[in-house]
């Protein structure tokens, strides 16, 4: 094939395959027997130099026009498919957002009452205004009693049931926290008032039966300014229990008690309404003003600073609010258990959205 009107042919004929591929892999096939090493095209370009040469330029040339249009059209035609399998695969793929999430394994997963009870609690007081503190489960015998106004010899040590760890030599001996208290410590040691905390986490005693465990949790809270007094302690309390058993009024009881940090010192009850038990008062902490010793303990001058501190169960607050009868399965690593009582990871309590879900 060496004549022009042969070229043309060829240029039809190939045009032609181009826009008869039905699909990119089709196409490819059209490339290469055009334009490959030996393609037709290809292959009159290496027979340009058998010819005589005052033809050579000329068809050459003519060879070259053929190559440059079969090109164009193989990129445009191109184009067209990939354009053409994009839409086949948007509309075999299409993915659906207005279906809900599929969780897969982390739906199986369960937040434990204790945290969610946490977590509602910590909400409710940074709407207060308080943040939170920590301390160690293992705290010095000077943290958890002394500096609270727990001398060595004072009665309330025996109730605490202490798990001590075996002194080391010439060292202090240390122990499992009894209670969240020691937190208070730490705090004013650390920190000038105004001081507003709460303190969640676990606590220690020796001590197991139905409604005991060794281990159990509770929450603290201390304020401590120049005029923080006892009707913003009854107030804190008050809303904090309303927001936290989701009720717009609960009735509470204060009653003369006796911690060796409070003075005065009272026990909080609640009227069971809250929880739908009409005509029954529920213990579920205890407060009191900060007692001056644990404010010089602490090298705050209790005639300029004073406030309050306040300890509850968490635990407790769990079974209340969710009406869980025992406490040991709480901590037994029961799945069923869990999968009972806890709660969706996705349910994070907030005030607006509710605490509970
Ligand atoms: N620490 C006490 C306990 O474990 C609870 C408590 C009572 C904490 C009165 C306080 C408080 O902060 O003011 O029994």
Same mark, same amino acid.
């Given at each position: ?8 042919? =060829? ?16 196409? /490819? ?17 290496? +027979? ?20 440059? *249009? ?10 067209? =498919? ?55 489960? @293992?705290?010095?015998?000077? #943290?958890?009693?002394?500096?609270? #106004? ?8 025996? /109730? ?7 002194? +080391? ?39 197991? /039966? ?22 913003? =302690? ?7 229990? *309303? ?31 809250? @929880?739908?038990?009409?005509? +029954? ?32 169960? @968490? /635990?407790?607050?769990?079974? =209340? ?37």
């Amino acid at each position: 094939m060496s004549t022009i009107a042969d070229l043309s042919k =060829l240029e039809s004929d190939l045009l032609g395959e181009v826009s008869a591929a039905g699909d990119l892999v089709a196409l /490819d096939g059209v490339r290469v027997s055009a334009l490959g090493k030996k393609g037709r095209v290809s292959e009159l370009m290496s +027979k340009l130099g058998a010819l005589p040469p005052e033809e050579r330029k000329s068809f050459g040339q003519a060879v070259n026009t053929v190559k440059q *249009k079969v090109t164009e059209a193989l990129d445009a035609r191109k184009g067209i =498919l990939e354009e053409a399998a994009l839409q086949a695969r948007l509309s075999t793929e299409r993915a659906d957002i207005t279906l809900p999430v599929r969780l897969g394994p982390q739906g199986e997963g369960r937040i434990h009452p204790v945290s969610q009870v946490m977590d509602e609690l910590i909400e409710i007081f940074a709407d207060l205004g308080f943040k939170v503190a920590e301390g160690p489960d @293992i705290e010095t015998d000077e #943290n958890n009693f002394d500096k609270l #106004n727990i001398p060595a010899d004072h009665p309330a040590r025996q /109730d605490h049931d202490t798990f001590y760890f075996a002194p +080391k030599e010439g060292g202090e001996r240390m122990l499992l926290r009894t209670h969240t208290s020691p937190v208070q410590i730490r705090t004013m040691m650390r920190e000038k008032p105004p001081i507003r905390i709460i303190a969640p986490g676990r606590v220690y005693r020796c001590d197991s /039966d139905q409604t005991h465990t060794p281990m159990f949790h509770q929450i603290e809270a201390l304020v401590i300014d120049e005029t923080t007094h006892m009707g913003h =302690l009854k107030w804190t309390l008050e809303e904090m229990i *309303k927001a936290f058993f989701e009720v717009d009024e609960v009735k509470m009881r204060f009653r003369a008690s006796h911690f060796p940090f409070t003075e005065p010192s009272m026990e909080i009850d609640i009227g069971a309404e809250a @929880i739908g038990k009409p005509g +029954k008062w529920l213990e579920i902490g205890g407060c009191g003003m900060v007692h001056p010793n644990v404010l010089k303990n602490c090298g705050l001058d209790p005639d300029k600073y004073q406030g309050f501190a306040f300890g509850m169960g @968490i /635990d407790r607050m769990a079974m =209340l609010k969710y009406g869980i009868p025992d406490l040991r399965a709480f901590f037994s690593g029961d799945l069923r258990w869990l999968k009972h009582y806890g709660f969706s990871m996705l349910d994070v309590p907030t005030l607006g959205g509710g605490l509970s879900g």
